[in-house]
Nanobody, 116 residues
Framework: QVQLVESGGGLVQPGGSLRLSCAAS????????MRWYRQAPGKERELVAH????????NYADYVKGRFTISIDNAKNTVYLQMNSLNPEDTAVYYC?????????WGKGTLLTVSS
């Protein structure tokens, strides 16, 4: 049974940094690409970043390019999202997803609030 558990969210001041983690279980993590999504209050969920199973290919939404970095640790079955230069528009619940294995499965997410 697939499980994705996001963590690391919190309150950050504008310009600050934070790293999110997503611990995966229940499937062969190293064989599948992973993604981070986010959903801001009153808005639809949107794709933030994508990483291939081997970590050799990474793609980012324009609004986070140059500020966010997605990475994986296959030994720990964990995907990370390093977020720098945060601004209030980044405030959202962040979710990870395994599009190639369980595209309709969503964890509880982790809330990031960027505010002074």
């Amino acid at each position: 049974q697939v499980q994705l558990v996001e963590s690391g969210g919190g309150l950050v001041q504008p310009g600050g940094s934070l790293r999110l983690s997503c611990a995966a279980s229940g499937f062969a993590f190293s064989r599948y690409p992973m993604r981070w999504y986010r959903q801001a209050p009153g808005k639809e969920r949107e794709l933030v970043a994508h990483i291939s199973s081997a970590g050799s290919s990474r793609n980012y939404a324009d609004y986070v390019k140059g500020r966010f970095t997605i990475s994986i640790d296959n030994a720990k079955n964990t995907v990370y999202l390093q977020m720098n230069s945060l601004n209030p528009e980044d405030t959202a619940v962040y979710y990870c997803n395994a599009p190639g294995y369980a595209p309709k499965y969503w964890g509880k997410g982790t809330l990031l609030t960027v505010s002074s």
